[in-house]
């Protein structure tokens, strides 16, 4: 192991090599594109930037295909040396006895044993020491086989496609996952409304109202986006505290609804710009202002406020930190933290671990792929104007 010091030397080594490289490879792009005719020039560039967006798609989403490949592996396959994407252990179920003398049912490896030239198909049980293994025979003839301790040099293993769908059904079985996803869904849920409308109505007035002190006051509300959370965790912890609310889903969601900085930008970029002439022309007709924003401004403003209440809806879905300070009840918990709780209970298990984890991950992607068109609308019609 290196020293601290010329660990510190090898990272910024190879973070220098890696700018250099990169320095290299955009100077002989440049110097190519500089000797190209200028009709191909253009779809040279189109040619970088698909290639760029690419290699970062395939950065993004390894660890999420890894993550479902390690879900759909055995343990031994898990923490093998050899790099494999694909689940090519087969297994079969096997009743044996625990540590504690309990019977308890569980999916073993299945290898070829050679026995003087034949190989058969055994189930292994359990890694011995010196090399050795505990082993059961598969269709063995006369019914059940006896276990047996060979010698692990005379295993071999079978490579095929083999995923472990049963991963996922012991996952969601060893916690109690309905409840977890109802309490997370409310939180969800209650937080969204609560964001939307505590940022629409102060995004009304800053945008759309004159009042003395309002460019100020803005300038200040937007300051606070840059204090760090962990800054004000322990005296709002206090605050909650004192009122009683720990242990309750109160903390997570009643700060919903006393607004958040960025989501009152985010709407009131967009606010500024509709023509104020359809603010006005309400007015004249009798219309409050109440019935501007809910009536005229917030149709009009659909993809902003589809933008916010997905942004609060999944920030919600994977908080970790709130849930984690403020319940203390297993039956109020969220699903990241029964996550945490499996992962305490179930240490060894990575492949059901990662099994809860993609199923508590993919709702997110078919949210994002469904509402991505009014999300990416939302985000590029803001901040237009102001």
């Not at 292994?124 to 025979?137: I, T, W």
């Amino acid at each position: 192991m290196l020293p601290p010091f010329l660990h510190t030397v090898r990272v910024y080594g190879l973070a220098l090599a890696a700018l250099l490289a990169a320095w290299v490879v955009v100077g002989v792009g440049r110097a190519i594109w500089l000797r190209l005719p200028r009709h191909l020039q253009r779809p040279f560039l189109a040619a970088v930037g698909y290639a760029g967006l690419l290699l970062f798609a395939i950065v993004f989403v390894a660890p999420f295909l890894w993550m479902i490949s390690t879900s759909l592996k055995v343990d031994s396959q898990i923490f093998s040396t050899e790099v494999r994407w694909l689940p090519t252990v087969p297994t079969s179920r096997q009743r044996v006895i625990d540590s504690n003398g309990l019977p308890k049912e569980m999916n073993a490896p299945i290898k070829l044993l050679d026995e003087g030239g034949r190989q058969v198909k055994v189930a292994v049980l359990e890694d011995l020491e010196e090399g050795k293994s505990r082993v059961r025979l598969l269709d063995a003839p006369g019914g059940a086989a006896a276990d047996q301790v060979v010698e692990a040099s005379r295993l071999k293993e079978i490579h095929a496609l083999a995923p472990q769908w049963h991963n996922y059904s012991d996952a969601l079985s060893a916690f109690p996952f309905a409840r977890y996803t109802l309490n997370t869904l409310i939180l969800c849920v209650v937080t969204m409304i609560g964001t939307v409308l505590s940022a629409a109505l102060p995004a009304y007035g800053f945008s759309r109202l004159r009042w003395k002190g309002r460019d100020t006051l803005f300038i200040i509300l937007i300051a606070t986006i840059m204090l760090p959370p962990q800054v004000t965790m322990l005296p709002v912890f206090l605050i909650f505290r004192a009122l009683g609310w720990t242990g309750t889903m109160l903390p997570l969601t009643v700060p919903a609804f006393f607004g958040s900085a960025f989501y009152i930008f985010l709407l009131r970029q967009f606010f500024l710009t509709i023509p104020q002439e359809l603010s006005d022309a309400a007015r004249i007709d009798g219309c409050n202002e109440a019935g501007i924003l809910f009536r005229i401004l917030a149709p009009i403003a659909k993809p902003a406020l589809s933008t916010v209440a997905l942004l609060s809806f999944t920030s919600a879905w994977m908080d970790f930190t709130g849930p984690l300070i403020y319940l203390h009840d297993e039956r109020t918990y969220t699903l990241a933290v029964g996550l945490l709780a499996f992962l305490g209970r179930h240490s060894g298990d990575w492949n059901q671990l990662m099994a809860a984890a993609t199923v508590m991950t993919i709702p997110m992607l078919i949210l994002f792929f469904f509402a991505q068109r009014t999300y990416i609308q939302g985000i590029a019609l803001t901040g237009l104007k102001g």
